[in-house]
């Protein structure tokens, strides 16, 4: 795992990769070393935090603000509805359409959930298909790593990365 932060708000976070570095790669390489700022210590809540996730622990991500500005609006609402989805909730592509208020748009909402720039905050690995099947997930261990983060939501003593 590995996330960037800019001011007060989270730029990105990834999740999947092989080691920290191709992660970190995933990001744009290593932010400039700068006195502890603002969005450093945001970066360090954050990551308090999404450990406290990989653990198992049922917490919630929605007090961090994301850059969404170069969303649509559409995509800030299907983000929207997504963020409200809690913890070992699931909803179909669907079934988000509409709780963003546009019921037709299912393959639309696929295709912001494939381009979800903030895994686990942003919790796009809740969204399944009509059936309740593992559709899609960008992460580079794809359905495999929704499934064992799905399974982490719905089974307390697991951990994400064992």
């Keep these: 795992m590995a996330w960037r932060c800019s001011g007060s708000v989270v730029r990105r976070v990834t999740i999947g990769a092989a080691t920290r570095g191709d992660a970190v790669a995933a990001l744009g390489g290593t932010p400039p070393k700068t006195p502890r700022s603002e969005a450093q210590r945001l970066a360090e809540r954050l990551g308090e935090r999404l450990g406290r996730y990989a653990c198992g622990e049922c917490v919630a991500f929605d007090d961090f603000r994301i850059d969404d500005q170069q969303l649509t609006p559409f995509a800030q609402r299907v983000i929207v509805a997504c963020r409200g989805l809690g913890w070992g909730e699931t909803s179909s592509y669907k079934g988000l359409a509409g709780r963003a208020g546009s019921p037709g748009a299912a393959r ?33 261990t794809g359905v495999d790593l929704k499934r064992r983060m799905l399974d982490l939501e719905t089974r307390p003593m697991l951990r994400l990365f064992a």
Excluded: E, T, Y
């Excluded at 696929?110 to 720039?117: H, I, L, P």
């Excluded at 690995?125 to 960008?138: E, I, K, P, Q």
């Design 108 to 140: 639309a909402v696929g295709s912001v959930m494939a381009n979800n720039r903030w895994a686990i905050v942003v919790p796009c690995h809740r969204v399944v298909g009509a059936g309740g099947d593992l559709r899609g997930f960008s992460a580079p």
